[in-house]
């Protein structure tokens, strides 16, 4: 997946182009409105856009894309007031986050925009050593006996088919993202459902315990209390960090 990251400072946007590198995306950097918005950039996917540009207020760039173009945009900003937020939105942003970030945020944030914008969702194969280095090229990922396959949208266990709902292989899938770690409950809320969701928590509670009954033990979705939940195979040490 390609991304135009319009930001002017290099201290943030170089360690945020190797971080969404290491996800398996391909970042394009212009340091000016101008620059982003010439036809000689590379049509991206999507596009991370900084407000506080040198050259041209970002809102003005924002405007300019969504005039030309249906392609998804993130702000992303140091500018906390709400009415740069709704004014942002109303211009045709699809998502704003603050700075400072992490790039599993980010990363959140482009699946749940993507889908939303109806684009084929990105599976990330993550930096080497965090999620599974070892996923075939075919989208199936081994954990133990679970398999996980992203292309097909297909779960086996043992060998054994396990019929999952749309929403219950979203969140199996994205907490394969990264087995191990913690993910938080607003991470998975963000993603699996949406960044706008207004219902009840307590429906992630539920879907959890559905996908433990359906692999036949609830060591595989643990909780980390107060936080949220992570996938690990049942009887293996875990050794990630939680996320936060």
């Known amino acids: 997946m390609r991304l135009l990251l319009i930001e002017d400072d290099d201290r943030i946007a170089g360690p945020l182009t190797e971080g969404l590198g290491r996800y398996g995306f391909t970042v394009d950097h212009v340091r000016t ?26 809102l003005d760039v924002c405007r300019s894309l969504r005039a030309r173009s ?11 007031e709400e009415a740069d937020r709704v004014v942002g939105l109303e211009l045709g ?9 992490g790039v599993r945020e980010l990363i959140a944030r482009i699946r749940a925009v ?5 684009a084929p969702a990105f599976t990330s194969a993550g930096p080497p050593g965090t999620p599974d280095p070892n996923r075939p090229p075919s989208g ?9 396959n992203r292309r097909t949208r297909e779960v086996h266990l043992n060998g054994r088919h396990i ?6 292989f979203d969140l ?10 913690v993910c938080s409950r607003q991470q998975i809320m963000d993603t699996v459902w949406d ?28 909780t980390a209390r107060g936080v949220g939940f992570r996938l690990t195979v049942p009887g293996e040490p875990v050794t990630s960090e939680a996320a936060g």
């Open 33 to 58: 409105g101008t620059a982003g918005l010439t036809e000689r950039a590379a049509a991206p996917d999507l596009v991370l856009l900084d407000l506080g540009l040198p050259d041209m207020d970002g």
């Open 70 to 80: 249906a392609v998804p945009i993130i702000m992303i900003t140091a500018r906390g």
């Open 93 to 101: 942003a699809d998502d704003y986050l603050a700075k400072p970030f």
């Open 114 to 118: 993507t889908r939303r914008a109806g």
């Open 140 to 148: 199936a990922q081994e954990l133990g006996s679970l398999v996980v």
């Open 163 to 168: 019929a999952l709902t749309p929403r219950e």
């Open 172 to 181: 199996l899938a994205f907490l394969a993202d990264d087995p191990g770690t």
């Open 195 to 222: 960044p706008h969701f207004f219902g009840p928590t307590k429906t992630l509670d539920a879907h959890v315990a559905a996908l433990r009954r359906k692999l036949g033990d609830p060591g595989w979705i643990t």
